[in-house]
């Protein structure tokens, strides 16, 4: 079974506060992705990362980063977290679909971070 | 914990009838689907997936149909089980996911 781990169920930080989330894959997963998930807003693509080192914008990165130094594992940053940062971020992984950069097949989740910031 | 979908469409269903869940895709190009089941505070879950080639596939207690033609997306759960209960919502494909905002599934004893 894909397994996708997080480092943190819950995590309250201050603004101002620099904000990790750590996330691993143990299925050699070339493609990785951060979301976070708002009510009434679905799933919201942050970054992704389709190999070592590589990561691209999703639809919402201003006020996030990201790294990949390897393969299993990708982090999400929160330079200065601001209250409407406060969410629910989920890591997900998929193999990478025909060997094309960036296009994957199914993407498994892992349990989610819900992250509030005072 | 505060709820995935507070303003999430609603399907009540009675423990043991069938359920339908649908959902319209905005995507003539997409060319791979999936289902995902979400329970209060946990990640989404891998239920199902069909490729644009086929129009049926069924998988334990699962039946997902695809009709290109109106761009539409349905996943039918026999024997409805308290356990089904979560969000339930579809993701196309094209060269990314997007996701649907999802159906909250209530089943009833």
């Known amino acids: 079974d894909v397994k996708v781990t997080q480092s943190s169920r819950y995590l309250v930080k201050r603004t101002g506060e620099k904000v990790f989330l750590e996330c691993v894959q143990d299925m050699d997963h070339e493609n990785m992705f951060w979301y976070r998930q708002d ?7 942050i970054y992704f990362s389709y190999d070592v080192k590589m990561k691209e914008k999703g639809d919402i990165p201003e006020g996030y980063s990201v790294s990949r130094e390897k393969k299993e594992r990708f982090s999400l940053i929160l330079e200065s977290a601001s209250t409407n940062q406060t969410s629910m971020y989920l890591c997900a992984s998929s193999k990478r679909a025909g060997g094309l950069a960036g296009v994957g097949d199914t993407q498994y989740f892992g349990p989610g ?3 509030t910031v005072l | 914990g505060e709820s995935v979908g507070l303003h999430l469409p609603t399907l009540s269903v009675q423990e043991g009838d069938n359920s339908i869940i649908n959902c319209a895709y905005s995507n003539s190009a997409s060319d791979y ?5 979400q329970e209060s ?4 879950q891998f239920i199902i997936d069909i490729r644009s080639n086929m129009d049926k596939r069924q998988g334990q207690r699962v039946t997902v149909l695809l009709n290109k033609t109106v761009k539409h997306l349905s996943l039918q759960i026999a024997a409805t089980q308290p356990g089904d209960s979560a969000v339930y919502f579809c993701a196309e494909n094209t060269d990314k ?3 649907g905002t999802g159906t909250r599934l209530q089943v009833f004893p």
Not at chain 1, 39 to 45: D, I, K, S, V
Not at chain 2, 33 to 37: G, P
């Open chain 2, 41 to 44: 505070g946990k990640g989404p």
């Open chain 2, 97 to 99: 996911l997007i996701f």
């Open chain 1, 113 to 115: 971070t819900r992250l």
């Open chain 2, 33 to 37: 689907f999936i289902w995902y089941k």
């Open chain 1, 39 to 45: 009510p009434g807003l679905g799933l919201r693509l």
